[in-house]
């Protein structure tokens, strides 16, 4: 079920277990552990942080994303109890070199991206795939979404596990400008016809 405020700080997409909601400053605090983890921030190809002031500089990058492409990362909460769990969201990517973007610097290379990392207390639950799967239709409905991916770097095992379980696809894969790790793009399927 979805809830689609006119605004999107009001955003809320609900499945069987979780809340998705875009983010707010104050989940800085709930998401350290998850931006400081060595394995799960390799896994997105990012450096782990150390200190509480960077997880807050990285969700007011996850407020910018939202303010300037009405896309973002969702915070994710179980539903019963409220408990942040961690981030899942649609992302643009230039394609040209599958970075990161924004649809104004992308032009008609910008593709929405879908991703999802979570604190890793709840990995094996089943949380990643529950909330991307949420997202993936929500992009479809709400933004008229219909060509989708993921960027997942080979050697992160779980993402493709995931990937796979909603359908995606292994196609092109690439060593992103500064890395010396390959990345695949997964082609998510396009929605059933009705």
């Known amino acids: 079920m979805t809830r689609d405020a006119s605004s999107w700080e009001r955003l809320r997409v609900y499945t069987a277990r979780l809340c998705l909601r875009t983010p707010t400053p104050s989940d ?4 350290y552990d998850l931006f400081a983890d060595l394995t799960v921030m390799h896994d997105l190809g990012k450096e782990p942080i150390s200190k509480r002031d960077e997880a807050e500089a990285m969700i007011e990058e996850a407020i910018a994303a939202w303010k300037i492409d009405g896309l973002g990362p969702f915070t994710l909460e179980t539903a019963a109890g409220g408990q942040v769990v961690g981030q899942a969201g649609l992302t643009i990517f230039d394609t040209r070199s599958w970075m990161p973007s924004t649809r104004a610097d992308a032009g008609a290379h910008a593709q929405p ?32 979404i219909d060509r989708l991916v993921s960027v997942i770097f080979a050697d992160n095992v779980r993402s493709q596990r995931v990937a796979e379980r909603l359908g995606a696809t292994p196609g092109e894969a690439f060593t992103p400008a ?3 790790r390959k990345a695949v793009v997964w082609r998510h399927p396009p929605a059933a016809s009705a």
Do not use: F, Q
């Open 28 to 31: 800085a605090e709930a998401l």
């Open 113 to 144: 991206e879908l991703g999802w990392a979570l604190i890793r207390a709840h990995w094996g639950n089943g949380y990643a795939t529950e909330a991307a799967a949420a997202i993936r239709d929500w992009g479809r409905r709400s933004r008229s």
């Open 178 to 180: 500064g890395y010396t």
